[in-house]
């Protein structure tokens, strides 16, 4: 009598659905029971867009008392942190928007020998599904590949971002006095000029990093498509105040400014990888 396939393979990995075990080349990978369920239901119907509705059918019974949306979302940034995945360019598990996610590798189911069998996905739903469906993905991620990161940390060195930022606006309104003077001997043509702008950009800034600040320290999940959404006047507010080192040239020297100055140049785009590592685009 044939024994059941407990085994599917894709790409490097082995998921083993008897023993609840996630291996990459035979070596086990760290995966909780939950997100293991999910990841169990998508390689099943791989291929196919897995509704968010089907996979609380499945694994969050109508009897618990969770809240699915973050448990759901949780779960799937774990299955994408440990098989190097992310969704801005995903090589295993596609966000379907508004509907669900589908896994868009190939899946193999193998026997206890370890043979490849038949694709769990029929062929005539390979047919209709997308070339990736049916395209074995690279074992390394491409050079264009975010790499993964727990998202913890990710959160973490953003929010300490803001902090700096909230750091640098406060105490130039405290200062503020002092900056003008500052303005005047320097750039007596344009100190007013600039002198609002400074005020401008400090005032706006604060409400906007204590935004961004909540929102990694909650863990909302919309967080990717905002920051996407007003990562230009970011960019530009963060340009601004990475000349703000010039202001203190007369007690740090030309060549400390100049390279804090390039430090602060590099933060927007760190601020906007930290984010697509951490959340996706979406």
Known sequence: MAQPNNTLRFGPFEADLRELELRRRGVRQKLQD???QVLAILLKRAGETVTREDLRAEVWP?????????????AINKIREVLGDSASSPHYVETVPKRGYRFIA???AVNGSNQALAPTVPAEKLDNAPDQAVTEPPPDPD???LPSAAR???RSIFGLVQIMYLIFYIAALFKIERIHRVLE???AGSAQFIFVVVVLTAVLGIPTRLYLLSSVAFDYKGLGVKFARIFPAIVIADFLWALAPFLMVYTIGAGLALAAMAALLYLPFSQRTL???AYGNS
Do not use: K
């Open 34 to 36: 939950q997100p293991f």
């Open 152 to 154: 913890g940390i990710l």
């Open 185 to 187: 001997i320097y750039s």
């Open 62 to 74: 109508a009897d618990t008392f969770v809240d699915f949306d973050h448990s759901l979302n949780t």
């Open 143 to 145: 050079i264009n590949q």
């Open 106 to 108: 190939l899946v193999e």
């Open 275 to 277: 984010i697509r590592m």
